[in-house]
């Protein structure tokens, strides 16, 4: 497969090309569209601060039982993931909020309803988007959050090249790494940023350390790496570099 130009989220990709051998006459990366129409967005919603955003992985249509091995492996890393967030919020009265996954009205009910329950009455503000109306709301939703908490979401690895401090959760099954096909974002990712293990006592541990370090401590760990998978430039927004050779 040879493509002419390609325009990458990152570095990370050129990698997954050369074993896919795909050829691109010029690989270019520029970061993600959305994130930069969120970053220069003229009039963005507010949303209040808050400690815990964690973004979802439910699929409210989709029954656990009909799901494949590796979507309910997603499914069920992404629950314990959510109880963990959930647990550590209730220890320290931290606020936490939800950015949904569906995107039509009865599914995003639905899915609510699944998240407040795994909560157990513990408060959480749920974030719905839809692709016109609200597309940029989940950004500006984790933009306004202390900590996100995620499994492999690209939302996360986006905002992770914002310097926003960010806890990957998937490698918390290496096997689900491999058989979602995404050790490639994975390979290199600083220990402070990611899971290796499902107890919540290691949860804990991860979220105390993202909470203590400075910001500029946590630039200096994650840069590198969070621009070789997300060459973002928040001065210059990927549109306008778009625009700019059109």
Request: net charge negative; hydrophobic share 40%.
């Amino acid at each position: 497969v040879s493509l002419p130009h390609y325009l990458a989220l990152g570095q990370r990709e050129s990698k997954i090309f050369d074993v896919c051998q795909v050829n691109c006459a010029r690989y270019e990366p520029i970061g993600s569209l959305k994130l930069g129409y969120a970053l220069s967005d003229p009039s963005p919603p507010v949303f209040c601060p808050i400690d815990l955003c964690f973004i979802s992985d439910h699929r409210a249509g989709q029954s656990f039982a009909a799901a494949s091995a590796l979507e309910q492996a997603i499914a069920s890393n992404s629950d314990q993931l959510f109880t963990h967030s959930v647990t550590y919020a209730r220890k320290n009265k931290s606020t936490l909020r939800v950015i949904g996954k569906a995107r039509e009205p009865h599914w995003q009910r639905m899915e609510n309803q699944h998240y407040q329950k795994l909560a157990s009455n513990y408060p959480v503000e749920y974030i719905s988007t839809d692709k016109v109306d609200s597309s940029l709301s989940m950004y500006h939703a984790v933009f306004a959050s202390s900590i996100v908490i995620n499994n492999a979401s690209t939302l996360g690895f986006e905002v992770l090249a914002t310097k926003k401090k960010v806890l990957f959760g998937a490698a918390m099954n290496p096997d689900m790494v491999e058989h979602w096909g995404i050790s490639e974002y994975f390979f290199g990712i600083p220990q402070i940023i990611r899971l290796s293990a499902t107890h919540f006592s290691h949860f804990e541990e991860k979220l105390d350390a993202l909470d203590k370090i400075s910001a500029k401590e946590y630039a200096d760990l994650v840069d590198g790496f969070a621009l070789d998978v997300i060459a973002q430039d928040t001065n210059y927004p990927s549109h306008l570099r778009i625009h700019s050779k059109i």
